[in-house]
Every structure is written in structure tokens, then in C-alpha cells.
């Protein structure tokens, strides 16, 4: 099992840019996707965009497309998820997770590895 840590969250205006990051307990295996989710108060959660660890083959949910990037530091076992042009309805705890799984990398159900959540909060 790979123990993952989310940080970077805090509190930002409508428009700005954050970075997140998630520090992996050990480099993991060449095919473990870690995904980033996320869940806003009252809503189911919901995939954001991810990265194959050893392949940098990223898969991208509808809410991220054009705005968010992911990148890997593969020396710091960390994986950053990079925020632009932030929205008011992007507040919401922001989760990595991974999994070895090949498919139904949208599905929270298929990841067995998950981090404790670092807030994200967009102000107008």
C-alpha cells in the first residue's frame, strides 16, 4: 500500500491559480495511477484528472479540461496538480487516491489508496 499526502489547499479569489501536491510513502509501480478528486459540500465525489506514474499518460475529467494541468516530480515521488483560472464552484476538498486498476479510472470505487483531503476555497 502506498501512503499518499495532499497539501498545498487554501483559500484563493475567483480567477487565481493554486498548486496542489501529493507525496507518495514510496515510488510506486510503473503502472499505479493516482487520480485527483474532488468533493464539494452536499455533492458526490467527483474525478478531476490523473496520471499513470511511470508513463505520464494523464486521463482528464470535464471539469479540469483547459484549466488544470498535472505534472510529476518522479525524485520527490510527489505529483502536482496545477489550478488556473479558478471558479467559485471549484471549492471543495481536494483528494489524491491511487489505484493499479486499467479501467474505470473516473470511479472513486476503484482506488484503494487515499489521502486525507486539503480544503480548496474560491472567494469571488
Known amino acids: 500500500q502506498v501512503q499518499l499526502v495532499e497539501s498545498g489547499g487554501g483559500l484563493v479569489q475567483a480567477g487565481g491559480s493554486l498548486r496542489l501536491s501529493c507525496a507518495a510513502s514510496r515510488p510506486p509501480a510503473a503502472n499505479y495511477f493516482v487520480g485527483w478528486f474532488r468533493q464539494a459540500s452536499g455533492k458526490d465525489r467527483e474525478f478531476v484528472l490523473g496520471l499513470r506514474w511511470a508513463y505520464d499518460a494523464t486521463w482528464t475529467g470535464d471539469s479540469a479540461k483547459g484549466r488544470f494541468t498535472i505534472g510529476r516530480d518522479a525524485a520527490k515521488n510527489t505529483i502536482y496538480l496545477h489550478m488556473n483560472r479558478l471558479r467559485i464552484e471549484d471549492t471543495a476538498i481536494y483528494y489524491c487516491?491511487?489505484?493499479?486498476?486499467?479501467?474505470?479510472?473516473?470511479?472513486?470505487?476503484?482506488?484503494?489508496?487515499w489521502g486525507q483531503g486539503t480544503q480548496v476555497t474560491v472567494s469571488s
Open positions: 487516491a491511487g489505484t493499479s486498476a486499467d479501467s474505470g479510472l473516473e470511479n472513486p470505487s476503484n482506488y484503494g489508496d
